[in-house]
């Protein structure tokens, strides 16, 4: 065996190897490009929003009923308005549709519809506890799906079918995800803890202790 | 099946070393692509759903393991089988090696094939990284194929 022979596989083996390491270094830094993100506008009257309008700490998500990620924060931010008086919240919707996420407007409409009967967070919560039942459904099931939860939570079926498919349901979505095109986003969720965007923290305690320090 | 024999049979000739090398690069390609996944597959952290993704769905669902393997890490050593053996042929010039290394690609189309239906019809979310791999095995098929069919008309003209 000729040194030439065996560079040629140093360099080969170090090629993998290298491209190995690298892939693991750049993945388990934090994605700091979401703290270049614009400034969400204020807190209007049509958002919803929930927690005190004085509250100290304002969490504006960007968010898509069908993204698990989005569930799993859902169960994050329910702990932190539990923990603390001080949280106000606002959801707005970033579906991510057609694709990765087909019926992620369909839940955006059946939330927003749940909106205009001021049950917004009651169809919100359920489409998030639910999420694994209706997520891989085609539109059609999944729409009778978002019906049967109208109903549990106590929505006008009529008033609601009618707002579903209405361009004032519609165009709030459009509004909200084209917010936050122009803001850069392009994942979900996103947070913004006061106007500002923050990294996904990993976790309930690390979440709580962003929201520590914004209260102070 | 007599061409299937004389397939396996025959030693494979005419064989054209930049199609070896595109091959190599493509399974190199391969290989960072699976390990990616690996990777975010054992990070164990919820990644945020995004854009282009669809991983999220994919690579937490029943079918990212195989009896408790992630199908990204069986990955890594396809990719890497293919990319040591196209090399050590590269290096050795022995048939032989070329020959058994790209039979591994047929295996590897089929598990694609069988992993895109899965994406399009049961869990019903496209991880791109996914669909790359596929994309990537489908090319090395490919050029499996060429090198198999010019060693079949060499052999045939002779």
Known sequence: MNIKRIIFWIVFLAVLGLIAWGLIVALNKPLHNQLRLGTPSEVKTIDNARGPITAPVTIIEYSDFQCPACAMYYTLVEQLIASSPNIRVVYRNFPLYPLPHPNSMIAAQAAESAAKQGKFWEMHDMLFSKQSAWSDLPKEKALDMFKSYATTIGLNIVQYSADFDSPTVKAKIDADRTEGETLGINSTPTFFINGKAIVNPQGYDAFKKIIDEATR | ?158
């Open chain 2, 1 to 158: 099946m007599t061409h299937l024999k004389k397939l396996l049979t025959r030693p494979l000739v005419n064989i054209s070393i930049g199609l070896a090398v595109v091959a190599l690069i493509v399974a190199v390609l391969g290989f960072a692509d699976a390990t990616y996944l690996t990777i975010e597959h054992y990070r164990g952290i919820v990644p945020p759903c995004s854009i282009t993704g669809g991983c999220e769905e994919v690579l937490t669902s029943e079918f990212s393991t195989i009896v408790g393997i992630p199908t990204s890490l069986l990955g890594i050593i396809y990719y890497l089988l293919i990319c040591v053996g196209v090399f050590l042929y590269l290096d050795t010039k022995k048939a032989v090696i070329l020959k058994i290394t790209l039979m591994l690609p047929w295996f590897g189309l089929g598990f694609s094939l069988w992993f895109t239906y899965l994406q399009i019809f049961v869990i019903r979310s496209y991880c791109a990284y996914c669909l790359v791999s596929a994309v990537i095995t489908a090319t090395l098929f490919f050029i499996s194929f060429i090198m198999f069919k010019r060693s079949h008309s060499f052999h045939e003209n002779i």
